[in-house]
Structure formats: structure tokens, C-alpha cells
């Protein structure tokens, strides 16, 4: 049993490049999201979706998109990175908006 | 920021001890969830309790919930050195899940 997916685990960019973080659910769930970690600050959310097709923003979406075309891929993309997108990110889901989420082991990603 | 509060931000113990966590909300909530996160890796979900309910008990884990406070504690009971990580609470209300800042538990064997 998978889980959550996500790739890569690390990367190191240079700002200005465009990056897409992976993330796959094999637990048809609904809802996916997309956290950000740093340190002192808990996570914060990203982007999330409550299902197929629909996407919203959450508490820090400036600079990433999201897209969700079918219910098991939930990819993030930085069209233009930044040093302050260097974070760890995680991909999670939830089988309802209020659930128990599962979490992927996250991304590590460096913006030079 | 929307973030919830969580006391102490660090917490040093020796094994055997029981550990409190205290973390505190801004909003109505459907449901509150403790979270643990070894070191580098992902969360890992601990416990539910709902608006509804007052207290929980999961193994050594015991969960409170005063809504009056808008407050939850979280106690793990004879800590292990394999405690040792990180625990967050989480608060869903209204579509929206918010994490606190989480606490540092150590353990020493």
C-alpha cells in the first residue's frame, strides 16, 4: 500500500526556473493539499482541492498553481522560483473535508 | 495568521514521564487532531476528537477538548525515547484545517 507519493524528495533550483512537485494518492480519496513547512512555523496551506476538476487557495498561494485533472495526481508547480519558496513540502489527503489527512513524505526544495 | 497556538515549543523529559501539550484555536471547529512528525519525514495522524466530545483516550495517549476555551491538550502517558518528534495540533472548522507551530518532545532514555 503507497499511500501518498510524492517526488522528487529533494531538489536544488535556480530561482527563475520552473519546477513541478509530484504527488499521487492510490486511496481515492477526495481531497488533496499542498503544505509548506518552515521552520518555527508549523504548515501552512498551500493549495488544496476538494475534489476532481475543482481547485482553491489556501493560506500562502501566491507564486504556485495546482491542477487537478483526474483524483489521484495533485501536482504543484513554482512557474518562476524563488529563494522563498526554498521549503519542505508535503502532499496530503483526506477522504472528506474535515478527516483524517495521510501525508506524503514530503519535498525537500532549495531555490538558490 | 490563522495558525493556532501551541505550549510549550519545546518539552524535555525523561523516559517514563508523562508529557502535556497544550495547543489553543481561533475558530468553531468540526473536529480537533494531534499529529506527530519524526524528523524529516511526513505527519503521521494520532487522534480525532470531535466538537462534541470532551476527552479521549488512544493507547497512552489522552485527548482533551474544551470549545468554551477553544484549547486541547495532549498527554502521552510512561514516555518511550521513541516519542521523541514533533506534535501538532490541527483544527477543522469550516472547510478550512489549521495547523499550530507544534512542540518538540525529547525523551531521554
Known amino acids: 500500500i503507497a499511500g501518498i507519493t510524492q517526488a522528487p524528495t529533494s531538489q536544488i533550483l535556480a530561482a527563475g526556473r520552473r519546477m513541478t512537485l509530484r504527488c499521487t494518492q492510490d486511496?481515492?480519496?477526495?481531497?488533496m493539499y499542498w503544505y509548506r513547512q518552515d521552520l518555527g512555523l508549523g504548515l501552512r496551506l498551500i493549495h488544496y482541492?476538494?475534489?476532481?476538476?475543482?481547485?482553491g487557495k489556501g493560506e500562502v498561494p501566491d507564486g504556485y498553481s495546482v491542477s487537478r485533472a483526474n483524483t489521484d495526481d495533485f501536482p504543484l508547480t513554482l512557474a518562476s522560483a524563488v529563494p522563498s519558496q526554498t521549503s519542505v513540502y508535503f502532499c496530503?489527503?483526506?477522504?472528506?473535508?474535515?478527516?483524517?489527512?495521510?501525508f506524503g513524505e514530503g519535498s525537500r526544495l532549495t531555490v538558490l | 495568521s490563522q495558525q493556532g497556538e501551541e505550549d510549550p515549543q519545546a518539552l524535555s523529559i525523561q523516559e517514563g514521564e508523562n508529557a502535556t501539550m497544550n495547543c489553543s484555536y481561533k475558530?468553531?471547529?468540526?473536529?480537533l487532531q494531534w499529529y506527530r512528525q519524526n524528523s524529516g519525514r511526513g505527519l503521521v495522524h494520532l487522534i480525532l476528537?470531535?466538537?462534541?466530545?470532551r476527552e479521549k483516550h488512544s493507547g497512552r495517549l489522552r485527548v482533551t477538548l474544551d470549545t468554551s476555551k477553544k484549547s486541547s491538550s495532549l498527554l502521552i502517558t510512561a514516555s518511550r525515547a521513541a516519542d521523541t518528534a514533533s506534535y501538532f495540533c490541527?483544527?477543522?472548522?469550516?472547510?478550512?484545517?489549521?495547523f499550530g507551530a507544534g512542540t518538540r518532545l525529547f525523551v531521554k532514555a
Open positions: 496530503a489527503s483526506s477522504d472528506s473535508v474535515i478527516g483524517e489527512l495521510f
Open positions: 486511496m481515492r480519496h477526495n481531497a
Open positions: 482541492s476538494n475534489t476532481a476538476g475543482t481547485t
Open positions: 475558530t468553531s471547529i468540526n473536529n
Open positions: 476528537i470531535r466538537s462534541n466530545e
Open positions: 490541527v483544527s477543522t472548522g469550516g472547510f478550512k484545517t489549521i
